[in-house]
Structure formats: structure tokens, C-alpha cells
């Protein structure tokens, strides 16, 4: 009721198309989805998204965290190939806008080899989770919680790649023992 009631508020003082507006329908977007409306949420994320591009333009930042938040909901419902593209403009965006050592650029990075490594893409997951984890440490620290975090996925990355590699060389002295 209370986000409702700001939403209205907001869209009378400001006009619909300001940028607090964009910011109180990604609140109710996350607000549902935690709710369990996830239709509702994705309208809103959606709403949210197109309000932040109209006002502040494509490639402002608060259009790549809107795009992140959309991302990341598509993963969680298991719509990976509409996360990544999210996923991706957003790292460009923050990239661009933020420079490429930003911790935002990190947690794009993460995201992305989150996805990848969700869809068994090892290798490219590898490579961004290492490039986050520089980011994360200098930014903030070797200790840090993301920083540990991210190297805690990279590990576990790490492992399925030699898990696979094993794999395939068993599966290829397997055929040439067996002639298959």
C-alpha cells in the first residue's frame, strides 16, 4: 500500500516519466516477486526500464541497473536467453558510462558468468569471474564479501571444467578400448 501510494504521489508530481517513478516501480517489481507475482514483477521491471530510458536516456546507469534487475529475474525464472542480452547491454552500459574498474562493472561481469555457468558454459564463465574478481579486489579488497564470493564461483566453475575435461577423456579411451 505505502509503494502504491508513493507510485501515485510520484506520478502526480512528477509526471510519469521521471525517474523516481522508474525507482518506485522497480521496488514494487522486486516487492512482487518476492510476493510470488511474478507477472505482475516483470510488467513493472518492464515499466520501470522503458521510464528510465526515456527520461535519463539508453546508456545511463540507472538504465544498466534496470536491465540487471530484469536479468537477473529472467535467471531466477529460468529464461536464460532473454538474461543475457539483458545482461549483456548492462555490462556496456556501466562499462561506458562508469569506466571498466567500477564495482558495478564487477557485478555485471559476475552476473553474466553466473548465467554462463547456469548454462554449462564453463569456459566463458571462467573468464568473467576472473575479471570480477580483479575488479572486486581493487576496488574492494582481497577479503571483501563479493570479492570471496566470486572467487568461491570461480572455484566451483573451475572443478566442472575439470570434471568435463576428465569426462571426455574417459568417454574417448572408453570408445577406443570398446571401438565404439
Known amino acids: 500500500p505505502l509503494f502504491k501510494r508513493s507510485l501515485k504521489i510520484y506520478q502526480i508530481s512528477l509526471g510519469p516519466n521521471h525517474p523516481n517513478?522508474?525507482?518506485?516501480l522497480n521496488n514494487l517489481a522486486l516487492l512482487c516477486k518476492d510476493q510470488g507475482n511474478l507477472t505482475g514483477a516483470e510488467q513493472l521491471f518492464k515499466k520501470s526500464l522503458e521510464i528510465y530510458e526515456i527520461s535519463l536516456g539508453p546508456s545511463h546507469p540507472s538504465v544498466a541497473t534496470s536491465l540487471n534487475n530484469l536479468a537477473i529475474f529472467y535467471k531466477t525464472q529460468m529464461k536464460f536467453s532473454e538474461a543475457e542480452p539483458l545482461y549483456k547491454r548492462s555490462l556496456q552500459i556501466?562499462?561506458?558510462s562508469l569506466g571498466p574498474n567500477h564495482p558495478d562493472v564487477a557485478e555485471s561481469l559476475f552476473n553474466l558468468?553466473?548465467?554462463y555457468q547456469s548454462l554449462e558454459r564453463f569456459g566463458?564463465?571462467?573468464l568473467l569471474f576472473k575479471r570480477s574478481i580483479q575488479l572486486y579486489k581493487h576496488n574492494f579488497g582481497a577479503n571483501h564479501p563479493h570479492t570471496r564470493m566470486a572467487r568461491t564461483n570461480l572455484n566451483l566453475c573451475q572443478q566442472k571444467i575439470r570434471v568435463n575435461i576428465f569426462f571426455n577423456?574417459?568417454?574417448y579411451f572408453f570408445s577406443i578400448i570398446f571401438d565404439i
Open 169 to 171: 577423456v574417459y568417454i
Open 21 to 24: 517513478v522508474a525507482k518506485i
Open 94 to 96: 556501466r562499462e561506458s
Open 113 to 115: 558468468a553466473l548465467l
Open 124 to 126: 566463458e564463465a571462467e
